[in-house]
């Protein structure tokens, strides 16, 4: 079964613009993290947001959440070509269980 | 570190047969997870094992699909007899202590082809 639901599931923008990819979930959760997969590829952890937490940031990365929306926001500043992937967010409970969206493509053209 | 080995890297089997998939984790990594993933899909759970006990695996067909993680290191999971709509990527992923929210590691999966 699938927690998490992105939106949008593609998303196209230019070098240079930031992207936003959001996450809705149905359940409470323990915590919420996004990962990067590049094609043919593993995924990769980017960020990982504790359910008692609003807001974290790592390098071009800002994640946001709100618990009482079931809701969390991926914001990519300044995209590069290199950001082009999927993203996904992933919600975790009290055991460790970590289920997994469907996933936002993202395309960064030069 | 040395990260998620998965092999093989590639597998094309005809329906009704059977195949198994190797993963070894990062070293002191107490969490494993087997993940099927269809092809434009997001990854899906299909077992959890901490150390070598099962913690879910409540979305694993177990008519089918058998795993296993002994001594709490090394993993297998294997699937018998394959069906078409098995085709999918498998990934491995561990974490060092996922029960406790630690991020995930994952290897770069098999891709399976069922014919």
């Known amino acids: 079964s699938q927690q998490g639901e992105e939106d949008p599931q593609a998303l196209s923008i230019q070098e240079g613009e930031n992207a936003t990819m959001n996450c809705s979930y149905k359940?409470?959760?323990?915590?919420l993290q996004w990962y990067r997969q590049n094609s043919g590829r593993g995924l990769v952890h980017l960020i990982l947001?504790?359910?008692?937490?609003r807001e974290k940031h790592s390098g071009r990365l800002r994640v946001t959440l709100d618990t009482s929306k079931k809701s969390s926001s991926l914001l990519i500043t300044a995209s590069r070509a290199a950001d082009t992937a999927s993203y996904f967010c992933?919600?975790?409970?009290?055991?460790?269980?970590?289920?997994f969206g469907q996933g936002t493509e993202l395309s960064v053209k030069p | 570190e040395a990260g998620v080995a998965q092999s093989p890297r590639y597998k094309i089997i005809e329906k009704r047969q059977s195949v198994a998939f190797w993963c070894n984790p990062i070293?002191?990594?107490?969490?494993l997870y087997w993940y099927q993933q269809i092809l434009g899909q997001g990854p899906k759970l299909l077992i959890q094992?901490?150390?070598?006990?099962?913690?879910?695996d409540s979305q694993l067909p177990k008519d089918r699909f058998s795993a296993e993680r002994l001594k709490g290191v090394d993993s297998t999971l294997k699937i018998q007899p394959a069906k078409l709509e098995d085709s999918a990527v498998y990934l491995c992923?561990?974490?060092?202590?996922?029960?406790?929210?630690?991020?995930?590691?994952f290897g770069n999966g098999t891709r399976l082809t069922v014919t």
């Open positions: 359940t409470s959760i323990n915590n």
């Open positions: 947001i504790r359910s008692n937490e």
């Open positions: 094992f901490q150390n070598n006990g099962v913690v879910d």
């Open positions: 992933a919600t975790g409970n009290q055991g460790g269980k970590l289920i």
């Open positions: 070293s002191g990594h107490a969490t």
């Open positions: 992923a561990s974490s060092l202590d996922g029960v406790r929210g630690s991020p995930l590691h």
